[in-house]
């Protein structure tokens, strides 16, 4: 089986900053409980229910928003990096892959430290 995290996925870079993690995909509330601090918090969009996984992510990846999303706000309060409206994120990263997000220029890369 292929490793279907891609060398770089882009979107809108939307809270400065580099942080490297696992990625961690979180489809519903039920997924909230697998988040652990560090962890690079990837999702489709979010909203105050959301919120406090901020506390404990290393950076957030969403596949929609732009730079007035809620994602990207609360990224900049909690001064992590964030990338937005990375369109197939939540399919081309694998949960519990460690992956590279880069908020000042909208990139998240395969991490190459392994």
Known sequence: M????????????????????PARVVRSLADFARVRP????????TDPARTPLFRLAAAVVTETGGLLSHAAIVAREYRIPAVVGAAGAMTRLVDGARISVDGTLGTVAADETR
């Open 38 to 45: 560090g962890d690079v918090l990837v999702c489709r969009t």
């Open 2 to 21: 292929t490793d279907p995290t891609p060398d770089v996925v882009t979107g809108v870079p939307s809270s400065p900053g580099r942080a490297s993690g």
